[in-house]
């Protein structure tokens, strides 16, 4: 049971962690663009891959449960944990609520005439800034899950 729970594991994780993490960075370009709708779609794509992100967590538990060599008190596995758990609170406290007020400035801009391509709108930058974080959390968590130190 442990190796499909595994595999299952790395699946999800490739389809459904991945999609979170890149999601935000094609936000940007539709930002830069000034596409309100893409931005907005995109805001709610990125919230249901990571709600579904839990998936992936539940399918580790399942498959630490059925090995006898680690449990929770191995380093990896709780640094593990915490790391995602902080991605996944970067991504819905701050990436996620970000693109929606983006979306919202750009079409009120839109309706308006006043939005010109090209040019950041507030909050571009929570957006860089909290996506590169819940990137490089997760590259880390991938490293500790590799090599498995301690």
């Given at each position: 049971m442990e190796p499909l729970l595994s595999t299952l594991h790395i699946v999800t994780g490739v389809f459904i962690v991945g999609p979170m993490a890149i999601m935000p960075m094609s936000a940007m370009r539709s930002m830069r663009a000034?596409?309100?709708?893409?931005?907005?779609?995109?805001?709610?794509?990125?919230?249901?891959?990571?709600?579904?992100?839990?998936l992936v967590a539940l399918l580790g538990f399942g498959a630490l449960g059925f090995r006898d060599n680690v449990s929770f008190a191995s380093t990896w596995i709780w640094l593990s944990i915490v790391l995602y758990a902080a991605s996944v609170a970067v991504s819905l406290f701050v990436v996620i609520p970000a693109?929606?007020?983006?979306?919202?400035?750009?079409?009120?801009?839109s309706a308006g005439g006043t939005r010109v391509a090209g040019v950041k709108v507030a909050g571009y930058s929570r957006v860089a800034m909290g996506s590169g974080i819940a990137s490089l959390l997760l590259v880390v968590v991938v490293v500790l899950m590799v090599l498995k130190p301690l």
């Open positions: 000034g596409e309100a709708g893409q931005v907005a779609s995109i805001a709610k794509s990125t919230n249901i891959f990571t709600l579904l992100s839990l693109m929606k007020s983006v979306s919202e400035i750009l079409a009120e801009q």
